[in-house]
C-alpha cells in the first residue's frame, strides 16, 4: 500500500462562509457560502476514508485469502472490489 499524499482537514461553518484547514491550522479551502454540515465533515474525514478504504482493499486481496482478479469470487464480491479500486484512482489521480 503506497503511503498516502493527503492531509488531515478540520473545518469550520461561519455564518456565511465555510474554511477547511490542514493539520497546521493553515487555511487551505475557503468557500463562499455556508455549506452543509454533513458536506463539509465528509470532505473532511475524505483522507481518512481514503487510507481506510485503501486498507480495506487490502485486507480483502491479501490476508482474505481471496484471489486478486476474480477467480472463486461471487459478482458481488468483485463489483466491490472494482469500486474500491476506482475510487482510490479517482482520488489519488
Not at 473545518?11 to 477547511?20: I, K, V
Not at 478504504?53 to 468483485?78: E, F, S
Amino acid at each position: 500500500m503506497s503511503e498516502s499524499k493527503h492531509t488531515p482537514w478540520t473545518y469550520h461553518l461561519g455564518e456565511d462562509y465555510t474554511e477547511f484547514y490542514n493539520a497546521n491550522g493553515d487555511i487551505i479551502c475557503h468557500a463562499n457560502y455556508r455549506m452543509d454540515e454533513a458536506d463539509a465533515r465528509l470532505i473532511a474525514a475524505a483522507p481518512e476514508l481514503l487510507e481506510a478504504l485503501k486498507a480495506v482493499l487490502q485486507y480483502c486481496v491479501t490476508v482474505d485469502g481471496v484471489p486478486d482478479k476474480g477467480k472463486g469470487r461471487t459478482i458481488t464480491q468483485q463489483k466491490s472490489l472494482d469500486l474500491a479500486r476506482t475510487a482510490i484512482a479517482k482520488a489519488e489521480q
